[in-house]
Every structure is written in C-alpha cells, then in structure tokens.
C-alpha cells in the first residue's frame, strides 16, 4: 500500500514561489504521478502529471509555463515547483499515484495525500 505526503504549501504573496514535493512511502515505482488541486468552494481539478522516470510531463492550461512538475526517478520524492502565483492559484494541493499516464481525472488516481494548503494573497 502506498502513502503519500506532499508539503512545503505556505503563504506567499502574487508574484511569489512555492515549491511542493511529495513523498511516497511504498511502491510506486514504475508509476504515473499527478498533482490536483481544490479550491473553497469548488471541485478538486488536474494541475499536473509526470510519468514513471520524470521524463514525461502534462499540465493543466491553467498552471501552464508557471508550474513545473519533476521527479529524479521513481524512488524519489515528486515536487511541483510553482512561480508566479496568483490569488487564484489558492487551494489544498494533492499529489496522488496515477493508474496509468495522462489522465486528468481523480478517478483515475489513487492512495491520495492529506493535502498542503496554498494562500496566495493579492
């Protein structure tokens, strides 16, 4: 069974950085990683997803050329690095393990962290 962790969430100002990792307990190798994200109010939605070795990536056109999503391999940790925040960007990001490469749904994840929280303030 695999567990997650994400951290580094925080409260930054528009125009600031963040940078989230995710950190697996359990096997998860040889599999698709994604981050989502879900805001007051509304349904959790696709940030990211890299696959098994980190050499293939996908995002969300709402993060695109501001989120970067990264793993070394598939022992380490996943991060999201996140620049040029801005007040919409707020909400509990979650890193999950993905069934299989490029899905957008959270149907298609699993074994998903608790969340860290992100406020970016205008």
């Known amino acids: 069974q695999v567990r997650l962790v994400e951290s580094g969430g925080g409260l930054v100002q528009a125009g600031g950085s963040l940078r989230l990792s995710c950190a697996a307990s359990?096997?998860?190798?040889?599999?698709?990683m994604g981050w989502f994200r879900r805001a007051p109010g509304k349904e959790r939605e696709f940030v990211a997803g890299?696959?098994?070795?980190?050499?293939?990536?996908y995002y969300a056109d709402s993060v695109k050329g501001r989120f970067t999503i990264s793993r070394d391999n598939a022992m380490k940790p996943v991060y999201l690095q996140m620049i040029s925040l801005k007040p919409e960007d707020t909400a509990v990001y979650y890193c999950?393990?993905?069934?299989?490469?490029?899905?957008?749904?959270?149907?298609?994840?699993?074994?998903w962290g608790q969340g860290t929280q992100v406020t970016v303030s205008s």
């Open positions: 999950a393990v993905g069934r299989f490469f490029g899905s957008r749904l959270s149907a298609d994840f699993h074994s």
């Open positions: 359990g096997r998860t190798f040889g599999t698709a």
């Open positions: 890299v696959n098994w070795n980190g050499d293939s990536t």
